[in-house]
C-alpha cells in the first residue's frame, strides 16, 4: 500500500486552476522527484501535503488516514514533515535547539513541569537532546560538535539546508517532502546533498517526495518521476521515461521546438 | 625576484596545517564562514573581558550578582527610599518579566498589557477590602485574582486567535481602554449595568476607585510595612525569574522563540501556533494579575487613573532597555528607568551625568580613539583660558558660584563662566548653542572637532547658568532622554539582549 497518496486533488486560487485532479503517490521506502518548469504547481503540492494550503476537492490519505484538513503542526506529527525552498531556520536560535525544537510533537511536559523541573519535563530533555545531537550526526563533520551551540545565521548557506532536513528529521517523521534542497549549491555542494538524499533513504529509512530542478539530481537519486506542468500530471515513470516524454519536452521547451526537431 | 619567490616559500612553511585546509576549502565554504562569525563575536579589551567573565560564571553566580543588593538595600536606607527605589523598582521588574515573556519570547505585540495589572489590583480589592465588606484571606485571594486574571488573558486571546503583529496591538490597545472606561463606571450608579441575580453593585468604585484594600494576611502572618511587601515582591521575583529560566530552556520556550522567529515553520515543525500564543499570553496576563495584588495592597487602593498608556511606555522601555527576551534585563532595565528620575531630582546627581552622558557619547561617536582625547583636552584648556581672560577684563562674568557641587562644583567655578546675573545671557547662549549643534551637523572631518570645542563649552556654560536651575522639571526629562539615547546607542539590541539577525 501507498504510504502518502494523494486522490484527484484539487486547489484553485481564485481563477486559477493551480492543481488539476492530481493523483499522485509515494510507496514506503521510495524517492519519488517532482519536476515541472517554474509555476508548475510543484510547491503549492507539497503546501497542500502539508495543510498550509486547504484542498478545494479530493483528498490526501497517509498511511490509511485521511489528513487533508488538518492542521499543519498535526500533519507533521501523523509523519509528514518538509523543508522549505526559501529557507525558513528559526535563525537567531542556536543549531541544537532548531532540532529541538521541533521534537515539539511527541514531548509532553507542560509549562508547569517544566518550571518545577519535575521529573519527565527533565527526562524528556535528555531525550530530545540525544535525539537532535543523533540527527545532526547524520551530517558528519559539517553539523557536528562546536556547530551546536551556534546561531543557525551563522551557518553558511549549504549547512543551513542540511540543518533544515535534521530539523524535519527530528519531528519523527516517515516521510520527508524536500523542496528544492541542491537550489544555490555549489557543484560539490550538490554532488554531497545527491548522496546524502541517497543515504537518508538506505540508512535512515525514510521515504521522500522532492522537489528539483538539476535534472543531474533527479536522475542520480530518483525511484519514480512525477511531471507537473499547470497543475495536471503530464508523465510519470522512471527518470528515463519521463524525460524523454513528449509532454515534458514540450513543457521545458515550447512546441515549436518538437516541430522544427522532427 | 629571488628574494619574493623565498618569501613565498616562507610563508607556506609557516601557515599551519589546519590553516592550510582552510585555505585550500576557499572563500565561501563553511569553515570560513564559521571563523568569521567567532571573529566576530570575540571581543578584544575590556569589554572582551567582562563579557568572558560573565559567560563563565553559571546561571546561578548570574541571579545571585543581579539580586545580591537588593537583599541588602533595605538594612542600608530609609522607609521612603526603600519604597521609592527598592519596592517600584522589584514591581515593575516583576510587571516586566511578564510581559517579556508575551514580547520577548512569543513577539507578540500586547498593548493592552497594564489591563491585567489592574485587573489584579481591582479582583484583590474586591475580594479583600473594607470598601466591599469582604475580607478573605490573601492565600486564597491571591491565587484566585492570579488565576481569574490570567483567564480574562485567555478570553481577550481566544478572540484575536489568528491577529498578529499590528491587529493584534489594535485590538489588546482598545482593551486597556475598555478597561479603564468600565472601572470608571461600575460603581453600581444610576447608569451602571444591572448584573443577573445580584442587580446592580458598586464593584469598584467608579472614578474614586477601591479605598481601603487590606493589606495582605498570608496563613496569619500580616504584612504591614514596606520592607515586608519589598522582600515579598524580591522572593516572588527571584522565583519567576528561576522558574521562567528553566521554562525558557524547556520545549515550550523553545517553541515559543520558534513562533516568534518564523510562525509558519514552527507550525509546521509540529509546534500548536495558536495554542503557544495563548499561553503566552495567559502567562502575561497571570503575571501582571500577580503584581496588581501586590500593587493594591502596598496602597491600599486601586485607582482607574493608576493603569493608564503611560505606564504601559514605561513597561515597555523596562524590557526594551533590557533586552527583548532576556530575564535578567527586566531587573536592569526596571533599575534605570524607575531609578534615574528620582536619582536626577537633586542638581548635584544631574550635573555628574549631564557631564558624563557628555563624555560617553563623544567617545562613542568620534573615531578614531584620539579624536575625542583631543576634544576633552582641548575643551578643558579652552574653557581654563576663557576664564582667565574674563577673569582680567570682565570681573562680573565670574562672580557667581555652584551650589552643592563639591569637589567637583569648586573646580566648576574655576572653568564654566558664572555671570551674576544670567537671565539674559543665559537665553542668548541657549539659542547660540542650538545653533552650533546645527553647525556641528553641517562640518566634517577635523572642522567638526575644532567646531566641538566651543560648543561643548558653550553646553557646560548653558547647563550651570540655566539648566540645573530647573533640574526637577523639564530638565530632568531632557537628561533622561539624552541617557537612553546613550544607551540605546551603545547596547542597540537592550542591556542584556542579544542583537538579532533577521534577513541575511
Known amino acids: 500500500m501507498a504510504l502518502l497518496e494523494l486522490r484527484n486533488v484539487s486547489k484553485a486560487f481564485g481563477g486559477l486552476q493551480v492543481i488539476d485532479r492530481l493523483d499522485m503517490h509515494v510507496n514506503e521506502g521510495e524517492i519519488v522527484s517532482v519536476i515541472g518548469p517554474n509555476g508548475a504547481g510543484k510547491t503549492t503540492v507539497f503546501n497542500l501535503i502539508t495543510g498550509i494550503f486547504r484542498v478545494d476537492s479530493g483528498e490526501i490519505v497517509f498511511e490509511g488516514e485521511k489528513v487533508s484538513g488538518l492542521s499543519p503542526h498535526k500533519i507533521t506529527n501523523h509523519g509528514i514533515a518538509r523543508t522549505f525552498q526559501t529557507l525558513r531556520l528559526f535563525l537567531n536560535m542556536t543549531v541544537l535547539e532548531n532540532v529541538m525544537a521541533a521534537t515539539y510533537g511527541h514531548t509532553r511536559a507542560s509549562i508547569v513541569e517544566a518550571m518545577l523541573q519535575l521529573p519527565r519535563s527533565r527526562r524528556e530533555e535528555r531525550r530530545i537532546k540525544a535525539l537532535a545531537e543523533e540527527k545532526l550526526a547524520f551530517f558528519g563533520e559539517r553539523l557536528a560538535g562546536y556547530r551546536h551551540d551556534q546561531p543557525a545565521y551563522s551557518l553558511s548557506y549549504a549547512n543551513r539546508r542540511r540543518l533544515e532536513i535534521a530539523r524535519a528529521m527530528a519531528t519523527n517523521a516517515r516521510l520527508l517532502l524536500l523542496d528544492e534542497p541542491a537550489a544555490g549549491m555549489n557543484p560539490h555542494e550538490t554532488h554531497e546533498i545527491t548522496e546524502l538524499i541517497g543515504k537518508l533513504r538506505d540508512d535512515a529509512g525514510y521515504s521522500i517526495l522532492v522537489i528539483e530542478h538539476d535534472m543531474h539530481v533527479v536522475e542520480g537519486i530518483s525511484n519514480r518521476v512525477v511531471a507537473l506542468d499547470h497543475g495536471v500530471k503530464i508523465a510519470e515513470g522512471s527518470f528515463d521515461e519521463v524525460a524523454t516524454h513528449p509532454l515534458v519536452i514540450e513543457a521545458y521547451l515550447g512546441a515549436r521546438a518538437e516541430a522544427e526537431a522532427v | ?504
Request: charged share 10%; net charge neutral; aromatic share 12%.
Open chain 2, 1 to 504: 625576484m629571488s628574494s619574493q619567490g623565498g618569501h613565498q616559500g616562507e610563508d607556506l612553511t609557516a601557515v599551519p596545517p589546519e590553516r592550510l585546509d582552510a585555505i585550500e576549502a576557499g572563500v565561501g565554504t563553511d569553515e570560513w564562514v564559521a571563523q568569521a562569525e567567532e571573529r566576530r563575536i570575540a571581543r578584544t579589551g575590556l569589554s572582551g573581558l567582562v563579557q568572558r567573565g560573565w559567560e563563565g560564571i553559571p546561571p546561578a553566580g548570574h541571579l545571585a550578582i543581579l539580586m545580591g543588593p537588593f537583599v541588602l538595600f533595605p538594612f542600608i536606607t530609609n522607609e521612603g527610599n526603600l519604597y521609592r527605589y527598592g519596592l517600584l523598582t522589584l514591581l515593575y521588574a516583576l510587571l516586566a518579566l511578564g510581559l517579556n515573556v508575551v514580547v520577548g519570547f512569543a513577539g507578540l505585540l500586547d498593548l493592552g498589557y497594564v489591563a491585567f495589572f489592574g485587573c489584579g489590583a481591582y479582583l484583590y480589592g474586591i475580594m479583600a477590602s473594607g470598601h466591599t465588606g469582604h475580607h478573605l484571606a490573601a492565600q486564597w485571594a491571591i491565587p484566585i485574582a492570579t488565576v481569574a486574571t490570567g483567564l480574562v488573558g485567555l478570553l481577550l486571546g481566544l478572540t484575536s486567535w489568528r491577529l498578529l503583529g499590528d491587529y493584534l496591538a489594535i485590538v489588546t490597545l482598545f482593551f486597556l481602554q475598555a478597561f479603564v472606561i468600565f472601572v470608571n463606571n461600575a460603581n453600581g450608579g444610576l447608569n451602571d449595568f444591572s448584573y443577573p441575580f445580584v442587580g446592580k453593585v458598586d464593584l469598584t468604585g467608579g472614578a474614586n476607585g477601591l479605598d481601603q484594600i487590606d493589606p495582605f494576611h498570608l496563613f496569619g502572618l500580616h504584612i504591614t510595612t514596606t520592607k515586608g511587601y519589598y522582600f515579598f515582591t524580591l522572593i516572588s521575583l527571584t522565583l519567576l525569574m528561576t522558574m521562567l529560566f528553566f521554562v525558557n530552556r524547556s520545549r515550550t520556550g523553545r517553541a515559543w522563540r520558534a513562533l516568534r522567529e518564523d510562525p509558519l515553520a514552527a507550525e509546521t515543525m509540529t509546534i500548536p501556533v495558536n495554542r503557544l500564543k495563548l499561553l503566552a499570553f495567559m502567562f502575561g496576563a497571570a503575571t501582571a494579575g500577580f503584581s496588581g495584588t501586590i500593587y493594591g495592597a502596598v496602597q491600599s487602593g486601586a485607582f482607574p487613573g493608576d493603569y493608564d498608556v503611560g505606564l504601559l511606555i514605561t513597561i515597555y522601555a523596562i524590557v526594551i532597555l533590557g533586552g527583548l527576551g532576556s530575564i535578567g534585563g527586566v531587573v536592569i532595565g526596571a533599575l534605570i528607568v524607575n531609578g534615574a528620575p528620582e536619582l536626577l531630582r537633586s542638581s548635584a546627581n544631574a550635573r555628574f551625568l549631564f557631564y558624563g552622558v557628555l563624555v560617553l557619547a563623544l567617545f562613542i561617536a568620534l573615531r578614531p580613539w584620539y579624536k575625542p582625547l583631543i576634544v576633552l583636552f582641548g575643551t578643558v584648556a579652552f574653557g581654563f583660558a576663557v576664564h582667565g581672560i574674563a577673569t582680567a577684563v570682565w570681573s562680573r562674568g565670574t562672580a557667581g558660584h555652584i551650589d552643592g557641587g563639591g569637589a567637583f562644583g569648586r573646580g566648576l567655578e574655576h572653568w564654566v563662566l558664572l555671570p551674576a546675573r544670567t537671565n539674559t545671557i543665559a537665553g542668548w547662549a541657549y539659542f547660540a548653542l542650538v545653533a552650533a549643534a546645527l553647525v556641528l551637523t553641517l562640518v566634517r572631518g577635523w572642522w567638526r572637532v575644532v567646531v566641538l570645542i566651543p560648543t561643548l563649552y558653550l553646553a557646560a556654560f548653558v547647563w550651570e547658568n540655566k539648566l540645573v536651575e530647573q533640574v526637577s522639571g523639564a530638565t530632568r526629562l531632557i537628561l533622561l532622554g539624552a541617557l537612553l539615547v546613550v544607551i540605546m546607542n551603545v547596547r542597540p539590541a537592550g542591556i542584556f539582549g542579544t542583537s538579532r539577525v533577521e534577513i541575511v
